[in-house]
């Protein structure tokens, strides 16, 4: 039976739907290959971070869409995506992903700004004449 498994990963306002299948570990962002949609290193090892951490390489096909907020957001949803995805077809695998701390949902977003300010902290400079 050919395991497949669809989920979902979040940065700040980047959303990643992921359809994880078996396969050759080809990973396929918005219809490029991952390496073309993340031209740089550091992005690049972070998509694939969840893979070589719970030790499933070149074991699954990746097809990702993924929408709004900037690459590294983007590809931080992603590597969150793909680990939930490995952590629902083998649950022994969540520990290790854990303790790298990438099944953690980073919910940090941007401080909205305020009425009456620069921005959401910041104020107008003060003249006092």
């Known amino acids: 039976m050919p395991t497949t498994t669809n989920t ?3 940065r700040k306002t980047a ?4 359809y994880l299948q078996d396969g050759s570990g080809a990973i396929i962002v918005n219809g490029k290959d991952y390496k ?18 719970s030790g ?10 993924v929408a709004g907020g900037g690459v590294k957001g983007q590809a931080e949803a992603v ?9 629902e077809l083998d649950p022994e695998k969540k520990p290790s992903l854990r303790a790298k701390g990438i099944m953690t949902r980073d919910d940090r ?10 921005k959401a902290r910041k104020r107008f400079q003060f003249s006092k004449r």
Request: aromatic residues 8%; charged residues 30%; glycine residues 6%.
């Open 8 to 10: 979902s990963g979040r």
């Open 109 to 118: 977003m941007v401080e909205r700004k305020k009425p009456g300010r620069k």
């Open 79 to 87: 590597r969150l995506a793909i680990a939930k995805a490995i952590v």
């Open 15 to 18: 959303v990643a739907r992921i």
């Open 36 to 53: 073309e949609y993340f031209p740089t290193l550091p992005l690049q090892y972070i998509v694939t971070q969840s893979t070589e951490v």
């Open 56 to 65: 499933s390489t070149g074991k699954f096909d990746v097809k990702v869409n």
